[in-house]
Every structure is written in C-alpha cells, then in structure tokens.
C-alpha cells in the first residue's frame, strides 16, 4: 500500500518566500513531506511545467447576505465556495452581518446556520457589527471571538450600517479588549448623501452617479478619520477595498507614523473605471459597487501600491447580484435613480487569475508576491497560520495548481457562480488553476467543480498576527 494518500510530483513549488522544484507528499489532509523523489502516492499528480500554490485565501466575500432593499444576493454558501473553488481558492472568509436591533450573537449562529453542510472549501466567518449595543460589545462580542471570529468589520456608509463616530470609538475599544481585528468601510455617508441629492436634483440619475456621488474625497476623509480614531484607541486597523492614489497617501502617511494600519485591494481597482458605469443603456449597474471603480491614473496608484507593498492582502469583495432582476441590479426604483442599485459585484472567481495574469505574467509582481497577497498574509492576519495560506509540512494540504501558459478568455458561461454576468467579460488572460484541493481532496479541476457541497469546514481562528496580545 502506498504511503502517501497523493504526490504532487515535480511542479514548482512556490511560498511567500521560495520557490522550488519538488514534490509534495500528502497524508491525511496535511502536507507530510516536501522532497525529490518521494514514495509512491495512492494518486499521482504530475506537475511538471505546472505551479504549486498554496490555495488562495478570499478574505473579503459576501455571501448569502441579508439586506434591507428587497435585493437578493445571486450566490449561496453553496455557488459561492463552489464558484470560489473553481478560481484557484481553497477558502472563503464571509461576512456575517448584524442587522440592527438584532443580537449579535443571533446573526452569528444565523450565519454559521446558512453555511453548515453547504460549502466546497473551507470558510471562516467575520462579524459585521451595525448596532453596537453594550449587549453587543461586552456579553456577546467576547463570545464569539471565543467561537474562532476574531474579526470584526464595521461600516461608516449605508443606510442602516453606517457607524457614527462614537459608535465606531467603542467598537475599537471593544475590539482592543477582545484581542480582534477591526476592519473598516472608510466612505464619508453624510457626503455622499448631499453628494446624491444634488446629483438626482440635476438630472443625474443614471448608474454613473453612483460614481459621481462618492468621490475618491468621501473615501479619504473617511479612511484618515478612521486611522485616527485606531491610533486614539490605540488598535491595528485594516482598511477594505481602497480604490485609488488619494487613500494609498492616507495608508502610507500613517504607517511612516509607526501606526499599525494596514489595507486591501480588489480587482475591480485594477481593471475598471468610472467609465463603465456609463454602459448604456442601464448595464452600467453592472458595475455598481462601492467604493467605485476610479480612472486610470488610480488604477495605475494601485498597481504600485501593489507592487511596493503597500497592501497586505488582495481580495475580490464579491458580492454578487443578478443583473436581469427585480431582486437584483435592476430592483424597483433602479430605473429611477442609482441609488437604488445594490451595491457590489460579483468576483471571486476571477479575483486570482486576473492577478496572476495582469500582475505576475505581465510582470508587475513576484510569483512569491502573488502567493502572499492572494493566501499567505490572509491566513496570517486573519489567525489560521500555518495551517492555513502556505506549502510546509503539517499545514493543510489547500494546493491549487496553475497552468501558467494556459489562455482563458473570461466570459459568463465558463464562470460557476450564480450571476447572469461577469463584469470581466471577454478579458483574455494568461494563466488558470487547473487542480485545486482542499485538505488533500480535489474539489476543483480545469475550471469546472470536482467536489461536493458539505466538504468544506468552518474554520475557528485564532488572534491576528497585527493585534498585540496584551
Ligand atoms: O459594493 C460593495 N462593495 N458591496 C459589498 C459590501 C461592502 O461594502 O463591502
Ligand atoms: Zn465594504
Ligand atoms: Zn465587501
């Protein structure tokens, strides 16, 4: 009988800081040993001309989320992982949302209920805090921390989530005593709604509004508040999906101040900009997320950004809803104005090889940088290292295998998520995952999904490599 359960033999093998020719030897869902010439394997892989990644880490998705608007999410803990699986991840990291009025403790099991038995590949959860209640903050945040949640995002937009100053003061306090990670949603919500009003006021009521609302200005400010409440409150703050060069000097300036600020990411910075919203004749809601896709120039601040190091993470913020809809982009009154569109769009699919192809074929980062911004430095920050986000022995055996020559042309119908579009439709790149296994089981393979729902497992993490333990 053979000893390994698998042998990846003769790809090349690549981490956060090597990279190397070898095989991996996998046991019981773990990586046992890393070598030439290992033993036999159950099943043999042969990777030759072929990557070895660590499986790529979306610490930045929503799925199945509730909302206020009557939209509904396009995918499930199902699609989703399933959708996430086919694109090279082996976990998904969820936002799970209180509503407010609603117990925190409550939104959590409400979550953790949706995602039990449904998933591909692995899933943690983070807690959205909207209604930070003493009940909240003292009795229940300390509970679910306990239960392996040790991150808490918390919003300074959107009708009915957006924190006031005091609010988002005792949530870093909260989170300072817990020992969790505060993650923000830095837009200005007062602004954006004056910003609205005088835009629909002159007419300007079609998707691009939604961009000319909210300004890279809004994002700015509110991410310069947000480091300067962390640095009161003495807390490591980590800023999502920043969009451009104007919040990048905001992120910069603070860490030469020696504070513990740190940011992501997306593609959607990358590759799009406020032009697409202009789609006619309403297909620019195709794009509506927030923040909003800039211009070139900010593009070009990311990929530097990027490139420099600045971002310590790089996520798809997927947040999908069908286009051709009433529960989706197209709900009552999105007609009428842009604010009525659902916010956010669909990505986690196409998060990694838009990376890899853009970023690592077309040379603007490292294959090593590549890996630490797309898993490594996720399951660092987020506490599951080294179990999580590496090719060592003993971690999980969460290994996507690319074919780093292999031409793919982005289209809706090669994509597994529950969308009817890709806003990356016809993007040709260079470079696909063709075998992708979560704990040693194959749950991927050539675009297409090779496992099962109900595989994939709940992740309790740990404390985050940026929160000091006290
Ligand atoms: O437009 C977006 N990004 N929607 C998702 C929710 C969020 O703000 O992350
Ligand atoms: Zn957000
Ligand atoms: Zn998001």
């Known amino acids: 009988m053979a000893f390994f359960d698998t042998v990846i033999r003769n790809g090349t093998v690549v981490t956060a800081s090597d990279t190397m020719v070898c095989d991996v030897g996998i046991k019981n869902g773990r990586i046992v040993a890393l070598g030439e010439h290992i033993e036999e394997g159950s099943?043999?892989?042969?990777?030759?001309?072929?990557?070895?990644?660590?499986?790529?880490?979306?610490?930045?998705?929503?799925?199945?989320?509730?909302?206020?608007?009557?939209?509904?999410?396009?995918?499930?803990?199902?699609?989703?992982?399933?959708?996430?699986?086919?694109?090279?991840?082996?976990?998904?990291?969820?936002?799970?949302?209180?509503?407010?009025?609603?117990?925190?403790?409550?939104?959590?099991?409400?979550?953790?209920?949706?995602?039990?038995?449904?998933?591909?590949?692995?899933?943690?959860?983070?807690?959205?805090?909207?209604?930070p209640s003493e009940q909240a903050l003292v009795k229940d945040l300390p509970e679910i921390v306990k239960g392996g949640i040790t991150s808490v995002k918390i919003f300074m937009t959107y009708e009915n989530m957006a924190l006031n100053d005091a609010e988002i003061f005792r949530v870093m306090e909260a989170t300072r005593h817990v020992g969790a990670l505060t993650m923000v949603h830095a837009e200005n919500f007062d602004a954006i709604r004056q910003m609205t009003e005088r835009l629909e006021r002159a007419g300007h009521t079609g998707p691009r509004g939604h961009a000319d609302s909210r300004p890279i200005v809004v994002e700015r400010e509110a991410t310069h508040r947000a480091i300067s409440f962390a640095e009161l409150v003495d807390v490591p703050l980590f800023v999502v999906h920043v969009s451009g060069g104007d919040v990048i000097e905001q992120i910069e300036w603070a860490k030469r101040r020696g504070l513990p600020i740190y940011a992501e990411t997306c593609p959607q910075y990358l590759t799009l900009t406020a032009d697409d919203l202009d789609s006619m004749p309403t297909e620019g809601a195709k794009y509506v997320c927030s923040p909003p896709p800039r211009d070139v120039a900010n593009q070009e601040a990311c990929w530097d950004a990027l490139a420099r190091g600045v971002f310590s993470t790089f996520t798809s913020d997927h947040c999908p809803f069908v286009y051709?809809?009433?529960?989706?982009?197209?709900?009552?009154?999105?007609?009428?104005?842009?604010?009525?569109?659902?916010?956010?769009?669909?990505?986690?699919?196409?998060?990694?090889?838009?990376?890899?192809?853009?970023?690592?074929?077309?040379?603007?980062?490292?294959?090593?940088?590549?890996?630490?911004?797309?898993?490594?430095?996720?399951?660092?920050?987020?506490?599951?290292?080294?179990?999580k986000g590496s090719i060592a022995i003993g971690s999980d055996a969460d290994i996507a295998i690319w074919d780093p020559k292999k031409r793919v042309t982005l289209t809706q119908d090669i994509l597994n998520h529950n969308c009817d579009y890709t806003p990356y439709e016809g993007m040709t790149l260079t470079g696909y995952p063709v075998v992708v296994m979560v704990r040693g089981r194959v749950v991927a393979k050539d675009g297409k999904p090779a496992g099962e729902p109900g595989y994939g497992e709940f992740v309790s993490r740990g404390r985050s490599s940026l929160v000091p333990d006290r």
């Open 43 to 131: 099943t043999e892989i042969d990777a030759t001309d072929l990557l070895v990644l660590p499986g790529g880490i979306d610490s930045h998705v929503h799925l199945e989320q509730p909302t206020s608007d009557g939209s509904v999410m396009a995918d499930d803990f199902e699609s989703g992982t399933r959708s996430a699986a086919c694109g090279g991840n082996t976990m998904v990291i969820p936002f799970s949302l209180q509503e407010r009025g609603e117990s925190l403790l409550n939104s959590v099991q409400e979550h953790h209920d949706r995602a039990s038995g449904k998933c591909h590949i692995d899933y943690a959860l983070h807690a959205i805090i909207t209604d």
């Open 324 to 387: 051709a809809s009433d529960t989706g982009k197209q709900i009552k009154g999105a007609q009428e104005s842009f604010k009525y569109v659902p916010n956010g769009i669909p990505g986690v699919e196409t998060r990694l090889p838009i990376l890899f192809s853009k970023g690592v074929s077309e040379g603007r980062i490292t294959l090593n940088d590549f890996v630490a911004l797309t898993a490594t430095n996720h399951a660092k920050i987020y506490g599951m290292y080294p179990q």
